[in-house]
């Protein structure tokens, strides 16, 4: 491993206030896989961002359910899908200011890499399978918590009612056609792949969005017609001429 990936590793630890055994995991963490390309680095951070995905579903869920005891099984399910969406993984990686440290091929890091949601959301995941790997659950669980606990309490309050029934109680209201979704893309390898879904509304496209599985997916995009004014002034037109 190169003094560079090293360097950035020391420096991210450092800033952080994170102690390590083995700093090579944390360089790997930080090891976007076009960088690892790019420069013949054997191994990136994907491995370390299934790990870390496992860790991180596996501690909010024993949170909530030793925080949460009157929560039935679906509402645990929906706050912790909304606690580890990219979205509040995002959050988190700006808060660790995670973006200047991640080693990116030149092609992302000219495209806007540092800054993708997709990109410091896996790069999150990583870190958290690294610091598993390094120093053990109790610390990782303390690492997760730090950061989504204040998450965690917020959602649990009542903020995670999933945006595709807020769309679909919207649309049908008014007892209209109900929107559907369909998967437009899929990208990268099997353990890691990225969804483009589209939600449409009477065979017209409203919105499309991106997630690491398909429901993740067809979530931001019914959050996006959501938050579209224009889109919403249109469906509520539609309401109006039924």
Same mark, same amino acid.
């Given at each position: 491993m190169r003094s560079s990936e090293l360097k950035a590793?020391?420096?991210?630890?450092?800033?952080?206030?994170?102690?390590?055994?083995?700093?090579e995991l944390m360089a790997m963490a930080?090891?976007?896989?076009?960088?690892?390309?790019?420069?013949?680095?054997?191994?990136?951070?994907?491995?370390?961002?299934? @790990?870390? *995905?496992a860790v991180l579903n596996f501690?909010? $869920?024993? #949170?909530?359910?030793?925080? !949460?005891?009157?929560?039935?099984e679906g509402e645990l399910t929906k706050i912790r899908a909304r606690v580890v969406c990219e979205q509040a993984l995002r959050g988190v990686a700006q808060e660790l200011r995670l973006g200047r440290y991640i080693l990116l091929g030149k092609g992302e890091e000219m495209s806007g890499g540092r800054t993708r949601k997709s990109? @410091?959301? *896996?790069?999150?995941?990583?870190?958290?399978? $690294?610091? #598993?790997?390094?120093?053990? !659950?109790?610390?990782?669980?303390?690492f997760i918590l730090k950061y989504l606990e204040p998450v965690i309490k917020e959602t649990a309050q009542g903020d995670y009612y999933?945006?595709?029934?807020?769309?679909?109680?919207?649309?049908?209201?008014?007892?209209?056609?109900?929107?559907?979704?369909?998967?437009?893309?899929?990208?990268?390898?099997?353990?890691?792949?990225?969804?483009?879904?589209?939600?449409? #509304?009477?065979?017209?496209?409203?919105?499309?969005?991106?997630g690491r599985s398909k429901k993740e997916a067809e979530q931001n995009a019914a959050e996006k017609a959501l938050k579209d004014s224009r889109i919403l002034s249109r469906l509520?037109?539609?309401s109006e001429g039924t």
């Open positions: 590793a020391e420096h991210f630890l450092s800033n952080n206030g994170l102690e390590f055994n083995k700093i930080l090891t976007h896989p076009s960088y690892a390309q790019e420069r013949n680095t054997p191994g990136n951070n994907q491995r370390l961002e299934f @790990l870390g *995905d501690v909010v $869920a024993e #949170y909530l359910y030793e925080s !949460y005891p009157d929560k039935a990109i @410091l959301a *896996d790069a999150v995941e990583a870190v958290i399978g $690294a610091i #598993y790997f390094d120093q053990g !659950y109790e610390c990782t669980r303390d999933d945006f595709k029934s807020r769309l679909q109680e919207l649309v049908q209201g008014k007892n209209r056609e109900n929107v559907n979704y369909a998967i437009l893309e899929e990208s990268g390898p099997a353990h890691s792949r990225t969804f483009v879904a589209g939600v449409f #509304y009477q065979k017209e496209l409203l919105a499309t969005g991106i509520h037109m539609d």
